[in-house]
């Protein structure tokens, strides 16, 4: 039976014929924990239904730019995805771009799946979960038949089996390449792990076992808790953007594509028993970081990692830059474990640990009898790292003068230990990491430019964990998976309200800040019972505000409420904080004057009034209070004829 083109505006009707909500019909309850469900006998009219989802679809010619919400969409020809795809493949190899595609949808799921949290927190872990599978066919990707899907939430285990049809990654591959003996549809298993990953906070592996492109009727494909699977290393190895992200597993499967099984890596459930994931800031960091496991796959921490690999098998000078916490110290040993230098020593120093009167004697070495208490010659950081590489933490810290004895030796390539009267050569690659600006502070006059120009040979700069949020489940589920281990805990995973307070919080101290609450939270929670906020936030971490959004009630019409976690900060602080401000002074949102339900239109209208008012006419920050973007604010603002100049 062929089926129907429905338009947008088909849909629109249609949602509002059937009187359903822009946001939700229900009223806010507080936050449930991620109970067990099944997705037999589940309705398509179950909210966020296609229509729901449609709506956040806007179209804003006038500037070129298309929105779904507050991402920024394109209209491309499956055609010209097909050519991108034949060219990778003939190009790169087949492995490699399986990879780089797998990696692509992946990054497209988790921010699908960012956008059903943000703009349908009540949702049902169900609705949720298969809202994934209507936004992949809204998008025009491939259709999606559910077979079943469960979650166990006292294990913390995922299973789902789902049928794809008319997939266009299959169109394009066969009209390529024929019918082959290997499935083809790597986006779409891609953006699959990543939204169903990014949905419920763990790593849940998909696997396309039967495919067109290699001669079955439809594709069909079964997605695991990566636990579940005996060997995920032959899928998540396509997530990994290069070989030295993860640890070598203890056994590869032999189905593995050719040269791949000296490659694969970790599948993210953490490190081996034993091993260390946080690293010192003492000197003796090198064997903190020596088996530590990098773990992302966000489009942020792939270009760090292409950036690393670029540079590893020279000797330049790299200078790590970023927040606190991002892993600068792990990426600088990563460097070094890749580079040729990495069968001699890797010597890291914290210089913002190190008093003023001993910067030099740290450095360089003393004599024996150079000064008071010095009993016995020793060699210095620099000699001890001859041959391998030198880590410099924190070298934003240094005083002035510490900064013309660090240019000399690296100008010169030789040091003279504190009371010695001879210089001893070194052969030693820097590698600085500074979490300050350190352009600024040449322009202020607390660093030297010249060794500033010496330190800025090749600069890779660290994004902060919120700028690479699409990685936050696959860090969850690494860290839970070690601390269990270390602790001893039996933890199953994570609640609904815990992964969404995750992604709503800001995470001021990054990584290393996720990891404590990780570890907080394995310890505090019950065995047998997944951990909720309050186990992860005990530590009198601070709400920024929470997520605003609309809710119809009884005799009511819709009014803005704010849906925060208590404890939990939003990603974006600053219109929040105005929010709560206009609060403090007053202006708190106003409810709604009319006794009866109010048609979606009006409920609508009176939303954007309402956030227009309490933004003080701003399009943009009242955009950001709804979870649109300022084009899609001011074209609904359009609509209605909204005056707010």
């Known amino acids: 039976m062929p089926k129907r083109r429905v338009s947008l505006a088909d849909l629109h009707r249609t949602a509002v014929g059937q009187g359903q909500a822009l946001l939700g019909t229900v009223p806010a309850e507080a936050p449930r924990a991620l109970g067990g469900f099944d997705t037999h006998g589940i309705s398509?009219?179950?909210?966020?239904?296609?229509?729901?989802?449609?709506?956040?679809?806007?179209?804003?010619?006038?500037?070129?730019?298309?929105?779904?919400?507050?991402?920024?969409?394109?209209?491309?020809?499956?055609?010209?995805?097909?050519?991108?795809?034949?060219?990778?493949?003939?190009?790169?190899?087949?492995?490699?771009?399986?990879?780089?595609?797998?990696?692509?949808?992946?990054?497209?799921?988790?921010?699908?799946?960012?956008?059903?949290?943000?703009?349908?927190?009540?949702?049902?872990?169900?609705?949720?979960?298969?809202a994934g599978t209507r936004l992949h066919a809204l998008e025009g990707v491939v259709q999606v038949e559910v077979v079943h899907a469960r979650y166990n939430a006292e294990l913390g285990e995922y299973d789902g089996e789902f049928l794809w049809h008319n997939s266009s990654e299959d169109d394009e591959h066969i009209a390529a390449y024929g019918v082959g003996g290997s499935p083809a549809c790597w986006m779409q298993v891609g953006y699959a792990t990543g939204y169903v990953s990014t949905l419920f906070g763990r790593m849940i592996v998909f696997r396309e076992v039967d495919c067109r492109s290699s001669g079955a009727a439809h594709c069909r494909v079964v997605g695991k808790s990566a636990e579940l699977w005996d060997d995920p290393e032959q899928d998540l190895f396509y997530l990994n953007a290069q070989d030295f992200v993860g640890t070598p597993p203890a056994t590869l499967p032999t189905s593995m594509p050719a040269g791949a099984q000296g490659k694969a890596r970790t599948t993210y459930l953490g490190v081996p028993p034993g091993k260390a994931t946080a690293s010192s800031d003492a000197g003796t960091a090198a064997e903190a970081t020596a088996h530590a496991t990098m773990v992302g796959a966000s489009s942020a921490f792939n270009a760090a990692c292409h950036m690393l690999q670029r540079v590893a098998p020279t000797a330049a000078t790299v200078l790590f830059t970023g927040e606190s916490g991002v892993g600068k110290e792990m990426f600088a040993s990563m460097l070094h474990r890749i580079s040729p230098r990495s069968s001699q020593p890797f010597v890291a120093i914290n210089c913002a640990a190190i008093p003023e009167t001993l910067v030099e004697s740290e450095l360089f070495g003393v004599e024996r009898g150079a000064y008071t208490g010095a009993g016995t010659s020793r060699p210095g950081r620099f000699e001890r790292a001859d041959g391998g590489t030198l880590f410099l933490d924190e070298i934003g810290t240094l005083s002035l003068v510490?900064?013309?004895?660090?240019?000399?030796?690296?100008?010169?390539?030789?040091?003279?230990?504190?009371?010695?009267?001879?210089?001893?050569?070194?052969?030693?690659?820097?590698?600085?990491?500074?979490?300050?600006?350190?352009?600024?502070?040449?322009?202020?006059?607390?660093?030297?430019?010249?060794?500033?120009?010496?330190?800025?040979?090749?600069?890779?700069?660290?994004?902060?964990?919120?700028?690479?949020?699409?990685?936050?489940?696959?860090?969850?589920?690494?860290?839970?998976?070690?601390?269990?281990?270390?602790?001893?805990?039996?933890?199953?995973?994570?609640?609904?309200?815990?992964?969404?307070?995750?992604?709503?919080?800001?995470?001021?101290?990054?990584?290393?800040?996720?990891?404590?609450?990780?570890?907080?939270?394995?310890?505090?929670?019950?065995?047998?019972?997944?951990?909720?906020?309050?186990?992860?936030?005990?530590?009198?971490?601070?709400?920024?505000?929470?997520?605003?959004?609309?809710?119809?009630?009884?005799?009511?019409?819709?009014?803005?409420?704010?849906?925060?976690?208590?404890?939990?900060?939003?990603?974006?602080?600053?219109?929040?904080?105005?929010?709560?401000?206009?609060?403090?002074?007053?202006?708190?949102?106003?409810?709604?004057?009319?006794?009866?339900?109010?048609?979606?239109?009006?409920?609508?209208?009176?939303?954007?009034?309402?956030?227009?008012?309490?933004?003080?006419?701003?399009?943009?920050?009242?955009?950001?209070?709804?979870?649109?973007?300022?084009?899609?604010?001011?074209?609904?603002?359009?609509?209605?004829?909204?005056?707010?100049?």
């Open 402 to 645: 510490a900064q013309g004895k660090l240019l000399r030796a690296l100008q010169e390539g030789e040091v003279e230990r504190v009371g010695g009267t001879r210089t001893v050569r070194v052969d030693v690659r820097l590698v600085a990491a500074t979490n300050v600006d350190l352009r600024q502070a040449v322009r202020e006059g607390t660093f030297r430019e010249d060794l500033f120009y010496r330190l800025n040979v090749f600069p890779i700069h660290l994004p902060p964990l919120r700028d690479r949020r699409d990685d936050i489940p696959l860090l969850m589920s690494h860290f839970l998976a070690h601390y269990q281990r270390k602790h001893q805990r039996q933890v199953p995973g994570f609640s609904q309200a815990a992964v969404k307070a995750m992604f709503h919080y800001p995470f001021p101290g990054n990584i290393r800040e996720l990891q404590n609450l990780i570890e907080r939270a394995v310890i505090l929670a019950t065995d047998g019972e997944p951990i909720e906020p309050h186990h992860l936030f005990a530590g009198g971490e601070q709400s920024g505000g929470g997520v605003m959004s609309l809710h119809l009630q009884g005799n009511s019409g819709g009014t803005l409420h704010a849906q925060g976690v208590a404890g939990v900060g939003a990603a974006v602080q600053t219109p929040q904080a105005a929010v709560a401000a206009s609060a403090r002074a007053g202006a708190a949102l106003a409810p709604a004057a009319a006794p009866v339900v109010a048609p979606l239109h009006q409920a609508e209208e009176q939303m954007l009034r309402q956030a227009l008012q309490s933004a003080g006419g701003n399009v943009a920050l009242a955009g950001r209070l709804l979870g649109i973007s300022r084009a899609t604010m001011a074209y609904r603002v359009k609509k209605f004829g909204i005056g707010w100049r």
């Open 44 to 130: 398509q009219h179950t909210h966020p239904t296609v229509a729901d989802i449609s709506e956040c679809l806007f179209f804003s010619p006038g500037d070129g730019r298309i929105w779904l919400q507050d991402q920024r969409m394109i209209l491309l020809h499956s055609e010209a995805l097909g050519s991108l795809r034949r060219e990778l493949i003939d190009s790169i190899g087949l492995d490699k771009a399986r990879g780089l595609l797998t990696r692509a949808g992946y990054v497209s799921g988790a921010r699908d799946a960012r956008l059903v949290r943000q703009q349908w927190p009540d949702a049902e872990p169900t609705a949720a979960a298969m």
